[in-house]
C-alpha cells in the first residue's frame, strides 16, 4: 500500500508502527512511501545476540565513544549515504521530517560511535512500550555498526524491552543471531510487548564495557523474556 507521504504525520506513523506495518520509499527523490508488514519478519531474540571474541575485545579496548540520542540528524543522514552495493536510499525528506519529529518526541532513539567529533557509525529506531523497531545503520569504521548494535542490545535488556525488531534478514544480522519468524508470530509478540512499561534510559549512560558484554549476552538483570520460537 501506497500514501502520498504529506498525508502521514507522526501520529499516524506510530499508529502504523503499532499495527505492524513501517514505512519506506522507493529513493531519496520519492514523493510517496509504501507501507510494509513482510509475510517473514527479522528479529532479534534478545537471549540470543551473538558477540565474537574479536568483536567483544574490540569493546573492551574503548574504541569508540558510544553516545545515546546525542545527534540524530548525522545518523539519519549516515543511514541514508551511498555505498558500494547501495547506491539508492529508501530515506526520503518526509521520512526525514517524520523521524526527526518522533525523535523529539521521545520515540525515537540513536546509538552513536564517535572517535573524537567523527561519527563513525550508528543506528536509529522507533521504541514504542517494550518494542524497538530498528530503523537503519552504518558503519564508517570497522565494527562501528556492530559495536552500536550490542549497546543497544544491552540498552534494551536493562530496559525491559521484549522485542528488537529488525524488519529483513541479512546475512550480517542473521551472523549476529537474527531470525526470521512468520507474520503472526511477529504480531503476536508486538500485542504483547506493547503493554510492557520500558524504559530506554534504564542504562547508566557510563555503564563498563563489561557490564555492556554481559547485558548483550543474555546476563545481568532484565525484566520480561524472549527466545527464538515464534
Not at 532479534?44 to 540520542?69: C, H, M, N, Q
Not at 517494550?130 to 543497544?152: N, P, Q, V, W
Not at 528488537?164 to 543471531?177: R, V
Request: glycine share 10%; hydrophobic share 45%; charged share 25%.
Amino acid at each position: 500500500m501506497t500514501s502520498k507521504s504529506d498525508a502521514i504525520t507522526p501520529e499516524v506513523l506510530l499508529r502504523a508502527y503499532a499495527a505492524g506495518l513501517f514505512p519506506m520509499a522507493d529513493d531519496a527523490d520519492d514523493v510517496a512511501l509504501s507501507w510494509y508488514d513482510p509475510q517473514r519478519r527479522g528479529i532479534f531474540p534478545l537471549d540470543g545476540f551473538k558477540v565474537s571474541k574479536s568483536l567483544a575485545k574490540t569493546i573492551r579496548a574503548g574504541a569508540f565513544e558510544i553516545r545515546v540520542d546525542s545527534d540524530f540528524a548525522a545518523v539519519l543522514a549516515g543511514c541514508a549515504e551511498s555505498k558500494p552495493g547501495r547506491e539508492k536510499t529508501w530515506i526520503n525528506r518526509r521520512i526525514a521530517e517524520l523521524y526527526g519529529a518522533l525523535f523529539d518526541a521521545g520515540f525515537v532513539h540513536t546509538v552513536e560511535a564517535w572517535r573524537g567529533d567523527e561519527l563513525v557509525g550508528g543506528l536509529y529506531g522507533v521504541a514504542l512500550g517494550g518494542a524497538f523497531m530498528g530503523e537503519s545503520m552504518f558503519h564508517r569504521a570497522t565494527d562501528a555498526s556492530k559495536i552500536c548494535l550490542t549497546y543497544l542490545v544491552a540498552r534494551l535488556r536493562r530496559g525491559g524491552f521484549t522485542l528488537l525488531d529488525t524488519q529483513f534478514i541479512t546475512p550480517h544480522l542473521a551472523s549476529l543471531g537474527a531470525v526470521e519468524i512468520p507474520r503472526a508470530a511477529y504480531h503476536r509478540r508486538l500485542r504483547a510487548a506493547l503493554q510492557i512499561p520500558a524504559d530506554f534510559a534504564a542504562l547508566a549512560a557510563d555503564a563498563p564495557p563489561e557490564a555492556i558484554l554481559e547485558l548483550a549476552r543474555g546476563g545481568g538483570e532484565r525484566e520480561g523474556g524472549d527466545s527464538a520460537r515464534p
